[in-house]
């Protein structure tokens, strides 16, 4: 630091400081304050689900639909 000059190294010091400090602030000011943090994530769908499909069928179904088509082939054949 000494060969920045006392002038420039006050500045480096202060950015640094701001550039830590202004996070810290922020998180402070929206996480602390309950009705601020509801009001951001109320306003916003972070996550959107599609409607729910039909079940997939069960594995005795799929064992009969199996039996078919291999009578359908057998049959063809």
Do not use: D
Request: aromatic residues 8%; without cysteine.
């Amino acid at each position: 630091m000494s060969s920045l000059g006392t002038a420039k190294g006050l500045l480096e010091v202060g950015k640094f400081a701001v550039y830590v400090s202004v996070p810290i602030a922020l998180m402070y000011v929206f996480a602390n304050n309950n009705k601020n943090l509801q009001r951001i994530m109320g306003n916003r769908s972070y996550v959107v689900y599609p409607p729910e499909g039909p079940p997939p069928p069960s594995p005795e179904e799929l064992r009969e639909v199996a039996r078919e088509l291999a009578a359908k082939r057998s049959s063809r054949v």
